[in-house]
Antibody
Framework: QVQLQESGPGLVKPSETLSLTCTVSGGSISNYYWCWIRQPPGKGLEWIANIYYSGSTIYNPSLRSRVAISVDTSKNLFSLKLTSVTAADTAVYYC?????????????WGQGTLVTVSS | DIVMTQSPDSLAVSLGERATINCKSSQSVFYSSNNKNYLAWYQRKPGQPPKVLIYWASTRESGVPDRFSGSGSGTDFTLTISSLQAGDVAVYYCQQYYDTPYTFGQGTKLEIK
């Protein structure tokens, strides 16, 4: 059974960079898309970005200028960096997997990690 | 962006009764070249991440009970739980993957009456 686990700081200062890692266990990172999705408190789910195991990426245009997603197949993990954060970036961040045949269907999710942006 | 709007925001249904959740997209998510609707439904139970129930508007994910069904086409979709069980208490989301950015509905909270 594939498992995804997010890790990273739970508190980030305004204007700094949010960095999260998602470790994939129970299966290979190859031949899938890997995704980040977030949910601010009291708000809806927002898709952030996808990366294929080979490294090709797609981003939400609303965040594109501040987001970078990367994958490390040797360590079976992928990462998210979000620069110049503000309080509006406070959210539960989920990592997820999408199948090779449709990168918009999120079939496995991590438990999520709350990141608070505050000084 | 394609806006997904769910109704109702919350719903209380008696055990064993039918629950119906609606989802409307601001533009069609039907792709005529393959005759598919790019619409998924997710269930999020308290303390858990979302779980995909249905994709292509009506295809159940492996392991999902057949009391869950999806229907609709174009811009209007429905998730039906035919006979509500206590374990179905959750927030349900629709999501379109027709175009990026992928977008979700605001969620419908389902409770037991």
């Amino acid at each position: 059974q594939v498992q995804l686990q997010e890790s990273g700081p739970g508190l980030v200062k305004p204007s700094e960079t949010l960095s999260l890692t998602c470790t994939v266990s129970g299966g290979s990172i190859s031949n899938y898309y890997w995704c980040w999705i977030r949910q601010p408190p009291g708000k809806g789910l927002e898709w952030i970005a996808n990366i294929y195991y080979s490294g090709s990426t797609i981003y939400n245009p609303s965040l594109r200028s501040r987001v970078a997603i990367s994958v490390d197949t040797s360590k079976n993990l992928f990462s998210l960096k979000l620069t110049s954060v503000t309080a509006a970036d406070t959210a539960v961040y989920y990592c997820a997997r999408a199948p090779q045949w449709q990168q918009g269907i999120f079939d496995y999710w991590g438990q999520g990690t709350l990141v608070t942006v505050s000084s | 962006d394609i806006v997904m709007t769910q109704s109702p925001d919350s719903l209380a249904v008696s055990l064993g009764e039918r629950a119906t959740i609606n989802c409307k997209s601001s533009q069609s998510v039907f792709y005529s070249s393959n005759n598919k609707n790019y619409l998924a439904w997710y269930q999020r139970k308290p303390g858990q991440p979302p779980k995909v129930l249905i994709y292509w508007a009506s295809t159940r994910e492996s392991g999902v009970p057949d009391r869950f069904s999806g229907s609709g086409s174009g811009t209007d979709f429905t998730l039906t739980i035919s006979s509500l069980q206590a374990g179905d208490v959750a927030v349900y989301y629709c999501q379109q993957y027709y175009d990026t950015p992928y977008t979700f509905g605001q969620g419908t909270k389902l409770e037991i009456k």
